[in-house]
């Protein structure tokens, strides 16, 4: 079973930063597109970024110009360094890791934006 180990949500007031992580073992990560997903309450899970295993990024326009994806190939980690937060980033943050149509996901983590 492949595991997807995630850390560094909380809670954080609007314009603040934190930093995710995720580690993946060193075969999944070497070939998988590595990314993170988030699920509001009521909503449905939407991609927040993603980048390849050449280490091509892709973001969703909400995220644009605030969020950077990157991989450690060293550490077999993806992280999302997410700042200028506001409060509609509120939702929990999956780590995926994807290969055509196999998908592998962490088990969240909690994002909330409040003052």
């Known amino acids: 079973q492949v595991q997807l180990v995630e850390s560094g949500g909380g809670l954080v007031q609007p314009g603040g930063s934190l930093r995710l992580s995720c580690a993946a073992p060193?075969?999944?990560?070497?070939?998988?597109?590595m990314g993170w997903f988030r699920q509001a309450p009521g909503k449905q899970r939407e991609l927040v970024a993603a980048?390849?295993?050449?280490?091509?990024?892709n973001y969703a326009d909400s995220v644009k110009g605030r969020f950077t994806i990157s991989r450690d190939n060293a550490k077999n980690t993806v992280y999302l360094q997410m700042n200028s937060l506001i409060p509609e980033d509120t939702a929990v943050y999956y780590c995926?890791?994807?290969?055509?149509?196999?998908?592998?996901w962490g088990q969240g983590t909690q994002v909330t934006v409040s003052s």
């Open positions: 995926n890791a994807k290969l055509v149509s196999v998908n592998f």
């Open positions: 980048v390849t295993s050449r280490d091509i990024p």
């Open positions: 060193a075969l999944i990560f070497s070939r998988y597109t």
